[in-house]
């Protein structure tokens, strides 16, 4: 007799695959790289003990909430007021204000203010994720960061991902006509008529979006809008810097990439032309551009801008081939490219401020191979020329010493 | 062989320097080597979820976080695998918790969608509604053996506790989910082909 169990987990296996049916590993990363970088320092142990003490307060006002207008939830929202987001609201609780705003607030700061004649739902209400959909009128978000919680806004055919800030979306209801504004921190646009499928917005940046003229006016929303003509979008920064034409324009990519932005920067270089920002570009601006590229996960353009930086010699070149050899060994493991590579570094850049580090890696490297002489002349390379230096003890151990 | 294990050693050993160096660069290599295995992980232990992308995500920053705790690179699979069961298992005790305390809250907070990819069949549904039913724990214990054909000593290192502990929670899953299978239709035709001659 076989084991049933062993029975249902053949045909569940089966029937359930290998990976959700969904699975979207580029904006997966996207996201990830997104999040990684608005994350914020662990909160301290009072500061945990607070939030868990507001958060138990919060829970408490629910409950009474909650057995005192049991049927408050499913009802529209009353025209002004204040409603407990995390638990007062269920996933498709719509929202439809009148004559006065409303706002939710959620347990750990966030509010969300509904404009007058404004309406939308909550779409999606977890520990991780809420997510409001506008469907018309205005919406001013003033995001309060949480570990591991995403926000977003979504409106048409544009999701609003936030991870700590405070902006505004809103959306004519006729028109189709969509805007996002940025009061403080960074936001990312979604939608698939963008070029490469989002924009990320900085601080005071606006963006906006409406149908050419040419299109006739929707019937419905514009998910459901057949046949849509190319986005027109507009961009500007309302306050302290002049209009851009575009999102990011207003700084360029060099000092977004200074500022450690590296996926705007690259966002951008993509939008002036990858090949004459290149051709037209210093071999320090194309070794940034080749840390920015590298930084935010793109190591062929990396390796392009590298290459591109070697070309015109100089102090930068030996640096490019240095990043070239991480780039070698990290994108396909690669280890006699990485080892061209380094040794290239070295022979350019004897005594450069990543020598005793290119040394070290090579050694390392020749002797994962099974270079063992070649790691050894190495090793006595790094003890005549570093001998305190971080990989001294393995150097010695590689050629026997005490 | 031999050669390219330690190869794999050495190129994990450098790839944990990389994240510690520069944990932005590093975050990127580590999800470019572990994505596929995460993302299988997590979809085989929690089924079509709605937070999905975002358990994924946290397994992610989890080890970026981490990562300089990690005391033997060398075994940087074993503990990428252990972050990801450990952080669906916390995610599936959190929502046992809601379920208890708030009755209104998402049925596994699982969206519409989501729903229909799931429940697809009623095999599917009915599975999914027993493995539901099992304590977090034993859950995760339970899936691991079965569908990922762990032993239980893989089991018990992964999730940090003792052989003898992962073969009570087994024994405990295995009892609890024959039950259902045996109060449902989809499922108890299972359990009456195994008697068959």
């Known amino acids: 007799m076989s084991d049933p169990i062993h029975d249902w987990a053949r045909e569940y296996s089966g029937e359930l695959g290998e990976l959700p049916k969904a699975h979207r590993p580029a904006a997966q990363r996207a996201r990830l790289l997104f999040a990684f970088r608005g994350k914020k320092k662990p909160r301290s142990f009072t500061k945990a003990y607070f939030v868990l003490a507001s958060g138990a307060l919060a829970v408490a006002g629910l409950l009474l909430w909650h057995a005192a207008a049991p049927t408050a939830r499913s009802a529209p929202a009353p025209s002004a007021g204040v409603l407990l987001g995390d638990e007062g609201l269920a996933v498709g609780s719509s929202i439809r204000t009148t004559v006065a705003p409303t706002t939710i607030s959620f347990?750990?700061?966030?509010?969300?203010?509904?404009?007058?004649?404004?309406?939308?739902?909550?779409?999606?209400?977890s520990a991780r994720t809420v997510e409001l959909t506008l469907d018309a009128g205005s919406l001013d978000m003033d995001v309060e960061h949480q570990e591991g919680r995403t926000w977003i806004v979504r409106s048409g055919k544009f999701r609003v991902y936030v991870i700590g800030t405070a902006f505004s979306v809103s959306r004519e209801a006729a028109s189709e006509e969509f805007k996002v504004k940025v009061k403080r921190g960074q936001v990312r646009v979604e939608s698939p008529d963008l070029q490469g499928g989002y924009i990320l917005l900085g601080e005071r940046e606006e963006f906006g979006?409406?149908?050419?003229?040419?299109?006739?006016?929707?019937?419905?929303?514009?998910?459901?809008?057949?046949?849509?003509?190319?986005?027109?979008?507009?961009?500007?920064?309302?306050q302290a810097r002049p209009k851009p034409p575009q999102v990011t324009a207003s700084q360029s990519w060099q000092v977004l990439a200074r500022a450690g932005k590296y996926e705007m920067a690259v966002a951008e270089v993509e939008?002036?032309?990858?090949?004459?920002?290149?051709?037209?570009?210093?071999?320090?601006?194309?070794l940034l551009l080749g840390n920015a590229a590298r930084y935010s996960g793109r190591l062929e353009l990396g390796s392009r801008a590298y290459l591109a930086a070697r070309e015109l010699g100089g102090a930068a070149a030996p640096l490019a081939a240095y990043y070239l050899a991480k780039i070698a060994l990290d994108t396909n493991g690669d280890h006699s490219g990485a080892i061209r590579w380094l040794k290239t570094y070295v022979r350019e850049a004897p005594s450069g401020d990543l020598a005793p580090s290119a040394r070290a890696r090579l050694m390392n490297l020749l002797q994962a191979t099974g270079r063992h002489a070649e790691a050894q002349k190495v090793a006595r390379e790094y003890?005549?020329?570093?001998?305190?230096?971080p990989n001294a003890q393995t150097a010695r151990k590689l050629l026997e010493l005490p | 062989m031999?050669?390219?294990?330690?190869?794999?050693?050495?190129?994990n050993a450098l790839l944990v320097s990389e994240a510690i160096e520069n944990p932005s660069a590093g975050l990127i290599l580590l999800y470019e080597q572990y994505s596929r295995s995460v993302n299988r992980l997590v979809y085989r232990l929690?089924?079509?979820?709605?937070?999905?992308?975002?358990?994924?995500?946290?397994?992610?920053?989890?080890?970026?976080?981490?990562?300089?705790?990690?005391k033997s690179p060398e075994r940087l699979n074993l503990w990428v695998r252990s972050i990801a069961i450990n952080i669906v298992r916390s995610e599936l005790r959190k929502r046992s918790v809601r379920r208890a305390f708030l009755r209104f809250a998402p049925?596994?907070?699982?969206?519409?969608?989501?729903?229909?990819?799931?429940?697809?069949?009623?095999?599917?549904?009915?599975?999914?509604?027993?493995l539901r039913r099992l304590p977090a724990e034993e859950r995760i214990v339970f899936l691991l053996y079965y569908l990922e054909e762990h032993s239980l000593p893989e089991i018990a290192d992964a999730c940090g506790f003792s052989t003898m502990t992962a073969k009570r929670r087994l024994s405990k899953a295995r009892e609890r989910f024959r039950r259902q299978m045996s109060k449902n239709d989809a499922l108890g035709s299972l359990i009456d082909r195994g008697r068959a001659p």
Request: hydrophobic share 30%; proline share 10%.
């Open chain 2, 107 to 130: 049925k596994d907070e699982v969206t519409r969608d989501m729903n229909e990819e799931i429940e697809s069949t009623e095999f599917m549904s009915a599975s999914a509604d027993a």
């Open chain 1, 107 to 125: 347990s750990g700061g966030t509010r969300a203010v509904w404009d007058r004649n404004s309406r939308g739902t909550v779409s999606k209400l």
């Open chain 1, 209 to 238: 979006w409406r149908p050419p003229p040419s299109a006739p006016p929707p019937a419905s929303t514009a998910l459901s809008a057949p046949n849509l003509p190319p986005p027109s979008p507009t961009t500007s920064n309302s």
């Open chain 1, 271 to 286: 939008k002036l032309g990858t090949e004459s920002v290149l051709a037209s570009s210093s071999a320090d601006d194309r």
């Open chain 2, 46 to 70: 929690l089924g079509p979820d709605a937070d999905h992308d975002d358990i994924v995500q946290q397994v992610f920053l989890q080890m970026i976080q981490s990562i300089t705790r990690l």
């Open chain 2, 2 to 11: 031999e050669a390219d294990i330690e190869k794999i050693e050495h190129q």
């Open chain 1, 383 to 389: 003890l005549t020329l570093h001998p305190t230096g």
